[in-house]
């Protein structure tokens, strides 16, 4: 089973920059696809991005494309979400999660993913 460790939250201005990690416990994690999540209070789980076992393609919310980008250093068994041009409703708890069984997926349904981490929070202050 593997365990997933986000980390990189915290706060930041309205127009700044974080980069987000998801470190896997195993390296069997370079064989799955893998996906951001946010979760504002109140809200649902909602997708962010995703990106293929081998890297080959990304996924985007419509909301953050052009200023999140993803990507995965399998050497380092982590996937990156580096977000720049934050605003205040990028505020949220961001999820990280991993799919073992790309084939079939959209992966961009939560539903999809078996393993998630903890979580860390993003604030963005106006």
């Known amino acids: 089973q593997v365990q997933l460790v986000e980390s990189g939250g915290g706060l930041v201005q309205a127009g700044g920059s974080l980069r987000l990690s998801c470190s896997a416990s195993d390296h069997s994690f370079s064989t799955y696809a893998t996906g951001w999540f946010r979760q504002a209070p109140g809200a649902e789980r909602e997708f962010v991005a995703a990106i293929t076992w081998s890297g080959d393609r990304t996924y985007y919310t419509d909301s953050v494309k052009g200023r999140f980008t993803i990507s995965r250093d399998d050497a380092k068994n982590t996937v990156y979400l580096q977000m720049n041009s934050l605003k205040p409703e990028d505020t949220a708890v961001y999820y990280c999660?991993?799919?073992?069984?790309?084939?079939?997926?959209?992966?961009?349904?939560?539903?999809?993913?078996?393993?998630w981490g903890q979580g860390t929070q993003v604030t963005v202050s106006s």
């Open positions: 999660a991993a799919d073992p069984s790309e084939w079939g997926s959209t992966l961009t349904s939560k539903y999809e993913y078996e393993y």
